[in-house]
Nanobody, 124 residues
Framework: VQLQASGGGLVQAGGSLRLSCAAS????????MGWFRQAPGKEREFVAA????????QYADSVKGRFTISRDNARSTVYLQMNSLKPEDAAVYYC??????????????????WGQGTLVTVSS
């Protein structure tokens, strides 16, 4: 599975961006999908996840109510809609896939496939 993240850019605080993660090589239909981010000098952290079965979602407390993860199985694409962006949201955002068929996970080590990252910059 190859994942290609896109949609990052520069946005003012309070603005919105939508990130996309397109898969090739295999359908994402049975994979849990996650978004993570890494700011300079910080560890990679969990942002959101979407379960392959049932469509349940999970979010980091810091983004609840502002970010929404969704997926389009027909397009093998996962999205992260980010609203009300804050300067502290600035980071490289990564999408990841977990093929284990288990529950949603927040640890990056539970994900097998990773995209290359897309940079989000938020100006104050």
């Amino acid at each position: 599975v190859q994942l290609q993240a896109s949609g990052g850019g520069l946005v003012q605080a309070g603005g919105s961006l939508r990130l996309s993660c397109a898969a090739s090589g295999r359908t994402l239909r049975t994979y849990n999908m996650g978004w993570f981010r890494q700011a300079p000098g910080k560890e990679r952290e969990f942002v959101a996840a979407y379960r392959w079965s049932g469509g349940s979602t999970q979010y980091a407390d810091s983004v609840k109510g502002r970010f929404t993860i969704s997926r389009d199985n027909a397009r093998s694409t996962v999205y992260l809609q980010m609203n009300s962006l804050k300067p502290e949201d600035a980071a490289v955002y990564y999408c990841a896939a977990d093929p284990s068929l288990g529950g949603l996970k927040e640890s990056q080590y539970e994900y097998t496939y990773w995209g290359q990252g897309t940079l989000v910059t938020v100006s104050s």
